[in-house]
């Protein structure tokens, strides 16, 4: 009777398992993420133009996603805040991500936002003041962390392409 219940617990924990992977594979090839799996390039959505963009009528939207890595690309969900005027990409903990590293190499990015892709480049920020003023705005907007800056965090600046 053990014996049965076990087999079944563990085939349905494989099940499980399985299907996660399936996922995580089928989503590298999905227009955007799917939750926290990382997609594949960001497709669907108005393409906007210009030489600058008010980020105003976005700025307490909850999250938006990123496509990085423009030759191989690759879409995640993140954070943003906007701090005059400017939007920024957090990552708190950027060495144990993969994005980062990878906008750090090639800015070239593509966000969507309320639908609308946008065709950016990102800077990484390196003003401590800058970074200071984004650590208020992530606390005040999401209620993480105390306003003071994270060690080892990154930010980045994502600018209208020239």
């Known amino acids: 009777m053990l014996w049965r219940i ?3 617990a563990i085939l349905a924990l494989l099940v499980v398992v399985l299907a996660l992977i399936g996922v995580g594979v089928a989503a590298r090839y999905h227009d955007g993420p799917i939750g926290p799996f990382p997609g594949g390039a960001l497709v669907e959505g108005e393409l906007v133009k210009g030489p600058t963009f008010d980020w105003s009528g ?3 939207v909850g999250t938006l996603e990123l496509e990085v890595s423009p030759d191989a690309p690759r879409s995640v969900t993140t954070w943003f805040v ?3 005027g400017i939007l920024y990409v957090p990552s ?3 060495a144990k991500k993969t994005w980062p590293g990878l906008v750090e190499k090639d800015g070239r990015v593509r966000v969507r936002l309320d639908g609308k892709l ?3 480049h990102a800077m990484r920020v ?3 003041a800058v970074g200071k003023k984004l650590s208020e705005a992530v606390s ?3 209620g993480f962390g105390d306003g003071q800056p994270v060690p080892d965090a990154w930010a980045f600046a994502l600018l ?3």
């Open 6 to 8: 076990l087999r079944a």
């Open 58 to 60: 976005v700025a307490d």
């Open 82 to 84: 906007v701090v005059d």
């Open 92 to 94: 708190a903990t950027a």
């Open 118 to 120: 946008y065709e950016l």
């Open 126 to 128: 390196s003003d401590p």
């Open 140 to 142: 005040a907007k999401y």
């Open 160 to 162: 209208p392409r020239a």
